[in-house]
C-alpha cells in the first residue's frame, strides 16, 4: 500500500512540474508572439530617434525625450509613472569641428574630427602645431616634456581586432580617450587627437567622454577623435615627415550643471508588491547620431517590456519596473540617484537588468551575482533555446545598474550580437535607418522572458 501510495505521489508530482512547465512555456511563447507581431519597440524609437533625435545630457532634446516617454508610459495601463530629479551637466559642441594636415607650407588635406565630450575649445584662430604619435598613455613618460611641450599628442592605438569579444577590445583603448588629454598636459601637449574607438576603417569620428581629472582648468587643453581612415593617414604621413603640423579648430563649452530627470514607472506586484524587478536603459546620448542603437534601442525595448508585462494574460507577483536613466554617456548621474533614493527607501531589487548593447540580435544575458542564484537562472536555459537566444554568463551587467550592486540580488545586461556595434556608437552612424525591426523585437521579448521567469519563479 505505502509503495503504491509513493507512486501515485510522484506520478502526480511529475503530472505537475509537467503542467507548469508547459504553462511557463505556452506564456513564453505568448511574449514572443505579441512582440514580434504586435510590438511597439520599433514605433517608438522611429520617433524618438526620428522626431527628436541625439538626446545630449542637458540639452533640450533631451527635455523632450523624457516628455514623450513620460506621455507614452501614462498611456500605458500600469500603476504608475514619475519623473526622478537629477542634476546632470551640460556640454554643448557648437558649430562642427575643422581640422587639416599641413605636409608643407600652402599644401593641407581636411581630416574628419569631433571632440569628445567635456573637453574645451581652441582658441576662435584654431591650434596649429607639429604632432607626436603615441600608441599608449605609459609612451608619454619614455618621451619626456622636452618632445612634447608645444605639440599636439596623437594617440593612435587601434581596438585589438583579435579579441572576439568587442567590448574588451573597447575597454582596452578607452583609456587614451578618456585620460589622455589630461595626462598629455602635463607634459606642455597644446592638444590631443585620439583614434576613434572602431574597429572599421572609415570616415566617421566617435566621440565619447572624457576628463581632464583634478587638472586646473587653466592648464586644460582640447580633445578630439579622428576617423580610423585619417588615423591611418595621419600615421603614414608623420612617417614621411616627422615635422608636419596639424590644426584643428572647435569650440565646444561646458555650462554649470542642469536639471534632468530619471523617467520611471511600474506595475506593482499582486503577491509581493516591496520586491521590484527593474528593466533599464539610458535615455541620453551623444549628439552626432539620433542614438538609436545607443540606447534608444535599450530604451524603447524596456518600456516594451513594461508593456508586455502589463497585459492581462501576465498578473506580475513582485513589482515591474522600468527606468530611463538620465546621463550615463557622461557622468552617471542618473543612475548615482536612482542608486541612492534605493538605499534612502530601502527598497529590494530581485533584479536588475539593463539593455545597453545597440538594437542587434540577443544571444543571451551576462550576470553579476551569487552563485546559488546564478545557478538558478540557469536552470532556465531550457526555456530560450527555441528561440536560439540561450548564452548565459558570469560576468559584468550594465553602467547603470552596476550601481545597484549589493542592492539587487542579480544584475544582468542583454548581450547582442555585438560585432557591428562599434560602428555606430558614438558616430553619427548610429542612426534609425541602422536598425532591424525584427532583432529589435527579438531583444525586447528575450528581456521581457527573463522578467516573466524571475517573476513567476522566484530566485531562492
Not at 581586432?161 to 587614451?176: I, K
Not at 556608437?425 to 536598425?435: L, N
Amino acid at each position: 500500500m505505502i509503495r503504491k501510495s509513493l507512486l501515485f505521489f510522484l506520478i502526480s508530482s511529475l503530472s505537475l512540474n509537467a503542467q507548469k512547465e508547459n504553462g511557463l512555456n505556452k506564456q513564453i511563447n505568448k511574449i514572443y508572439l505579441e512582440a514580434l507581431t504586435q510590438g511597439k519597440s520599433y514605433d517608438w524609437l522611429d520617433h524618438l530617434t526620428n522626431q527628436i533625435g541625439g538626446r545630449l545630457s542637458g540639452s533640450l532634446n533631451l527635455k523632450r525625450a523624457i516628455k514623450w516617454a513620460k506621455e507614452e508610459l501614462e498611456a500605458l495601463p500600469l500603476d504608475s509613472v514619475w519623473l526622478q530629479s537629477v542634476m546632470v551637466p551640460k556640454w554643448v559642441r557648437g558649430t562642427f569641428e575643422y581640422a587639416n594636415i599641413e605636409s608643407s607650407p600652402g599644401n593641407t588635406i581636411n581630416v574628419n574630427i569631433c571632440a569628445l565630450g567635456g573637453s574645451i575649445a581652441t582658441p576662435s584662430v584654431g591650434i596649429r602645431a607639429n604632432v607626436v604619435e603615441v600608441k599608449h598613455i605609459d609612451d608619454l613618460i619614455k618621451l619626456g616634456k622636452e618632445k612634447i611641450k608645444d605639440k599636439i599628442v596623437f594617440f593612435n592605438r587601434p581596438m585589438q581586432a583579435e579579441l572576439v569579444n568587442t567590448f574588451e577590445a573597447y575597454a582596452g583603448g578607452v583609456d587614451q580617450r578618456y585620460s589622455g588629454a589630461a595626462e598629455a598636459a602635463k607634459y606642455g601637449a597644446v592638444a590631443v587627437i585620439v583614434r576613434s574607438l572602431n574597429f572599421r576603417l572609415d570616415d566617421y569620428p566617435h566621440t565619447g567622454v572624457m576628463s581632464y581629472g583634478d587638472l586646473p582648468i587653466k592648464k586644460r587643453i582640447p580633445a578630439a577623435a579622428i576617423s580610423t581612415n585619417h588615423a591611418e593617414l595621419l600615421s603614414s604621413m608623420i612617417a614621411l615627415n616627422p615635422k608636419l603640423r596639424f590644426f584643428i579648430k572647435q569650440n565646444c563649452k561646458n555650462y554649470p550643471d542642469v536639471i534632468s530627470h530619471n523617467v520611471i514607472a511600474q506595475i506593482k506586484g499582486e503577491v509581493s508588491p516591496e520586491k521590484i524587478i527593474l528593466v533599464g536603459a539610458h535615455i541620453d546620448s551623444w549628439d552626432l547620431g539620433d542614438g538609436a542603437h545607443d540606447d534608444g534601442a535599450g530604451v524603447v525595448q524596456s518600456m516594451e517590456v513594461l508593456r508586455l508585462m502589463s497585459l492581462k494574460d501576465f498578473q506580475p507577483k513582485n513589482t515591474i519596473r522600468v527606468v530611463l536613466f538620465a546621463n550615463e554617456e557622461n557622468g552617471l548621474k542618473g543612475a548615482n540617484t536612482y542608486s541612492k533614493s534605493v538605499k534612502k527607501d530601502k527598497e529590494q531589487h530581485l533584479l536588475a537588468i539593463e539593455s545597453d548593447t545597440g538594437g542587434f540580435t540577443p544571444r543571451g544575458f551576462s550576470f553579476d551575482t551569487k552563485e546559488k542564484y546564478l545557478n538558478k537562472i540557469l536552470s532556465w536555459k531550457p526555456y530560450f533555446e527555441p528561440y536560439l537566444i540561450h548564452l548565459f554568463e558570469r560576468n559584468g551587467s550594465g553602467a547603470d545598474v552596476n550601481l545597484l550592486k549589493g542592492d539587487a540580488m542579480v544584475l544582468a545586461g542583454l548581450k547582442t550580437d555585438s560585432q557591428r556595434y562599434f560602428i555606430h556608437h558614438h558616430s553619427e552612424m548610429d542612426t534609425f535607418d541602422q536598425i532591424n525591426k525584427r532583432e529589435l523585437e527579438l531583444g525586447a521579448a528575450t528581456m521581457a522572458t527573463l522578467v516573466y521567469l524571475t517573476d513567476q519563479l522566484g530566485l531562492e
